[in-house]
């Protein structure tokens, strides 16, 4: 009995003394480890004479008892130390100034993209989208472009497998064919996003930005198509007179197909769109080929319409007066701040972009 109760005052004594955690946690293991003392007394237990025994048993498990609590008790203490010493270091200081929020802008593609739809969307025309990965099939062959079609060769394709069977789209073309195998005419849509062609050089980068048109109907013909351009370059260039000129052209997918040019000036070095005797070419149409419409189950007999594909980097370009395509992609911070858009709702200690 005195052994057990030299233990206990031993430890006890320890434990009233300043200790961390891996303290606790030695003075736990030298007595209740596999060769704690504690433990050991226990083992003890059958060398003394069974008369002894049952006290000394009860007076053991006493003292065990006393020590587990005074270590419970010990890292109680120590946990609350802690997190009192937490709170007193780590005070949020509310008197110092609020920090600049730095935010981004919006690129002017995503905003030329915003002003398109809005555009179209006013005529009646809905916003579908396609995916980036393509198969072969949507992007040229349900396009009336088989295999061997010069057009394939053109579009300086990125193709992700051998057999040439997926690749990134070259155009948004593919998403008219998408659009029209899972609904039933009419459709009027628009297809804005990403395109790839292998191409990089001052106008041309290898990702780039289309919108694609759609408008299949009873009796619709190239003069709505005309009228949709139309309207569609007098709103986003916000001019009221345009010239306008089509010039016959080849897509597999339309017949008769046209380049649209469109007239403008140079004032003091700048473009002014509607004005002018000079010519720039925006964008590919033509009224919707029937082989493209049998490949998605519409009768050409009963239903056409026209399509109509344009850049939209190159809107931007003309629009916002940017003349190297290639810094579009480059994520410049003072490239975007220059000719990014502000969201609508600017807090007021909003000092733009900084780096
Ligand atoms: N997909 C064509 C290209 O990328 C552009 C185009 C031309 C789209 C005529 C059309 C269209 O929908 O009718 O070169």
């Given at each position: ?263 403008y000036e140079l004032k003091d070095g700048k473009i002014e769109i509607g004005e002018g ?79």
């Open positions: 009995m005195s052994d057990i109760k030299k233990i206990k005052d031993e430890f006890l004594d320890k434990l009233s003394k300043d200790l961390n955690i891996e303290n606790v946690n030695q003075i736990k293991s030298e007595l209740f480890g596999k060769n704690g003392q504690i433990s050991n007394a226990f083992k003890n237990l059958g060398s003394f004479p069974p008369e002894e025994r049952k006290k000394f048993a009860s007076d053991l498990n006493f003292i065990k008892d006393e020590l587990q609590e005074k270590i419970n008790k010990k890292i109680q203490e120590i946990e609350i130390k802690e997190i009192n010493s937490k709170l007193d270091n780590e005070k949020v200081d509310v008197t110092l100034p609020e920090r600049n929020i730095i935010r981004g802008k919006i690129h002017p593609v995503s905003q030329v993209i915003d002003e398109i739809s809005s555009i179209f969307s006013e005529v009646g025309f809905s916003v579908e989208e396609g995916p980036d990965v393509e198969n072969e099939h949507y992007n040229f062959t349900a396009l009336n472009t088989p295999d061997n079609h010069p057009a394939r060769d053109m579009h300086d394709t990125f193709y992700l497998d051998d057999e040439k069977k997926l690749l990134l789209r070259t155009h948004t073309s593919p998403v008219q064919v998408r659009t029209m195998l899972k609904g039933k005419p009419p459709f009027k849509i628009i297809a804005p996003g990403r395109t790839y062609r292998s191409d990089s050089d001052q106008t041309h980068a290898p990702m780039f930005h289309q919108v694609e048109g759609l408008h299949i109907d009873k009796n619709i013909n190239m003069g709505h198509l005309k009228g949709c351009l139309s309207y569609f370059i007098k709103s986003f260039f916000e001019v009221d007179k345009i010239k306008m000129r089509f010039r016959p052209s080849h897509f597999p997918f339309t017949e008769p197909s046209a380049e649209v040019d469109i007239g005797d000079k010519w720039l070419e925006i964008l590919g149409c033509g009224m919707v080929h029937p082989n493209v419409l049998k490949n998605v189950k519409v009768n050409p007999d009963k239903y056409q319409g026209y399509a109509f594909g344009i850049g939209i980097d190159r809107l931007a370009m003309l629009k916002y007066g940017i003349n190297d395509l290639r810094a579009f992609f480059e994520t410049d911070y003072r490239w975007l701040n220059h000719f990014g858009f502000d969201p609508l709702d600017v807090p007021s200690n909003y000092r733009g972009l900084s780096r």
